[in-house]
């Protein structure tokens, strides 16, 4: 089993930058592929970007390249999203996920552990 706790969210304004870290712990942090989603009411959870397991492939979703960069600490076990620019419509509940692959995918079906999410809050 891999846990997954998510930190960072909260009320911010828009144009403002945020950052958001994911701890894992549990099996070996560095044998998984780990990856951010949001999610908004009554849509499905979207894939924002991903890493791989040493942090050498790094995939985002075309929507989000200029806004958002990821990286990876393996030796904290943490994974971090940082995105700029922040839009109203950037408010959502963001979730930490991993899947028992070296691959990185946009679909969140194939992950295996989720985060309980934070909640980030964008005002105009």
């Known amino acids: 089993q891999v846990q997954l706790a998510e930190s960072g969210g909260g009320l911010v304004q828009a144009g403002d930058s945020l950052r958001l870290s994911c701890t894992a712990s549990?099996?070996?942090?560095?044998?998984?592929?780990m990856a951010w989603f949001r999610q908004t009411p009554g849509k499905e959870r979207e894939f924002l970007g991903g890493v791989s397991r040493f942090a050498n492939i790094t995939r985002y979703a075309d929507s989000m390249k200029d806004r958002v960069t990821l990286s990876r600490d393996n030796a904290k076990n943490t994974l971090f999203l940082r995105m700029n620019t922040l839009k109203p419509e950037d408010t959502a509940v963001y979730y930490c996920?991993?899947?028992?692959?070296?691959?990185?995918?946009?679909?969140?079906?194939?992950?295996?552990?989720w985060g309980q999410g934070t909640q980030v809050t964008v005002s105009s």
């Open positions: 549990g099996r070996a942090f560095s044998i998984l592929a």
């Open positions: 996920a991993t899947r028992e692959s070296n691959t990185v995918v946009r679909d969140a079906s194939s992950y295996d552990f």
